[in-house]
């Protein structure tokens, strides 16, 4: 890092003049000063960028410092407020409706963009959908072109269903009893249920749970009954 990089310099310059330091104290010290706070700066700006806060307190040892004093100025008048969401858009849901994700997000339309509250807005959406069964419900992606935030997800569909043990009984007959079907949105509700359904048709004396095999980019999975 850093005081890794002054360190080496120093050592390099003293094999060269023994009197480096004594020589150039007040140079060397004014120098680690100047990149030590512009990467500070750096590092508030970007944070500034990124989470829409607009006041930034200093406080400590670090605040006593002139030359940070000077800089906060120069970083407060170069704060650029985040736009106003002006839409929302969601891609890849089958399953919940874009109103109601938007109704679960805390950012909305008209309010202003702020990318800590579209991380928390990630967690809220993956929990929503996971209580209401769809276990392998994932954000992808939440971005924002300026005034636009987008919304990539993948709901997690059903590549296939299988039937083990059956002689006596085509799968056809089987399967049409059932509510989850190939290509619908994977649901541990309903699979609950379409087992159920499954000892209730009086064909079988049981039904184990049923084995979930989920593809290579678990995103979706096959179920074995």
Same mark, same amino acid.
């Given at each position: 890092?850093?005081?890794?990089?002054?360190?080496?310099?120093?050592?390099?310059?003293?094999?060269?003049?023994? !009197?480096?330091?004594?020589?150039?104290?007040?140079?060397?010290?004014?120098?680690?000063?100047?990149?030590?706070?512009?990467?500070?700066?750096?590092?508030? =700006? !970007?944070?500034?960028? #990124?989470?829409?806060?607009?006041?930034?307190?200093?406080?400590?040892? +670090?605040?006593?410092?002139?030359?940070?004093?000077?800089?906060? #100025?120069?970083? +407060?008048?170069?704060?650029?407020?985040?736009?106003?969401?002006?839409?929302?858009?969601?891609?890849?849901?089958?399953?919940?409706?874009?109103? &109601?994700?938007?109704?679960?997000?805390?950012?909305?339309?008209?309010?202003?963009?702020? /990318?800590?509250?579209? &991380?928390?807005?990630?967690?809220?959406?993956?929990?929503?959908? #996971?209580?209401?069964?769809?276990?392998?419900?994932? +954000?992808?992606?939440?971005?924002?072109?300026?005034?636009?935030?987008?919304?990539?997800?993948?709901?997690?569909?059903?590549?296939?269903? &299988?039937?083990?043990?059956?002689?006596?009984?085509?799968?056809?007959? +089987?399967?049409?009893?059932?509510?989850? &079907? =190939?290509?619908?949105?994977?649901?541990?509700?309903?699979?609950?249920?379409?087992?159920?359904? $499954? $000892?209730?048709?009086?064909?079988?004396?049981?039904?184990?749970?049923?084995?979930?095999?989920?593809?290579?980019?678990?995103?979706?999975?096959?179920?074995? /009954?």
């Amino acid at each position: 890092g850093l005081k890794t990089g002054i360190l080496y310099f120093i050592q390099k310059q003293q094999r060269i003049n023994p !009197n480096f330091i004594a020589e150039n104290l007040n140079d060397i010290c004014e120098s680690i000063q100047y990149t030590i706070i512009e990467i500070l700066m750096d590092k508030l =700006k !970007n944070a500034v960028k #990124h989470t829409g806060i607009q006041h930034i307190a200093i406080a400590g040892g +670090v605040s006593a410092n002139s030359e940070i004093n000077d800089k906060e #100025h120069a970083l +407060v008048l170069n704060i650029i407020e985040n736009p106003k969401i002006k839409r929302i858009i969601v891609e890849g849901n089958q399953a919940i409706s874009d109103k &109601k994700i938007r109704k679960v997000l805390h950012s909305k339309k008209g309010t202003l963009l702020n /990318f800590n509250t579209i &991380k928390e807005d990630k967690d809220r959406l993956e929990a929503y959908y #996971h209580k209401k069964g769809y276990s392998l419900f994932k +954000v992808l992606e939440i971005s924002s072109d300026k005034d636009i935030v987008h919304i990539k997800v993948s709901e997690g569909f059903v590549d296939e269903i &299988k039937f083990e043990g059956l002689s006596k009984i085509r799968p056809s007959i +089987v399967s049409r009893d059932l509510d989850m &079907k =190939k290509g619908n949105v994977f649901n541990t509700f309903k699979l609950r249920r379409d087992r159920e359904r $499954l $000892l209730k048709t009086g064909f079988f004396s049981d039904v184990g749970t049923p084995k979930l095999i989920t593809s290579k980019d678990k995103k979706n999975i096959s179920i074995v /009954f």
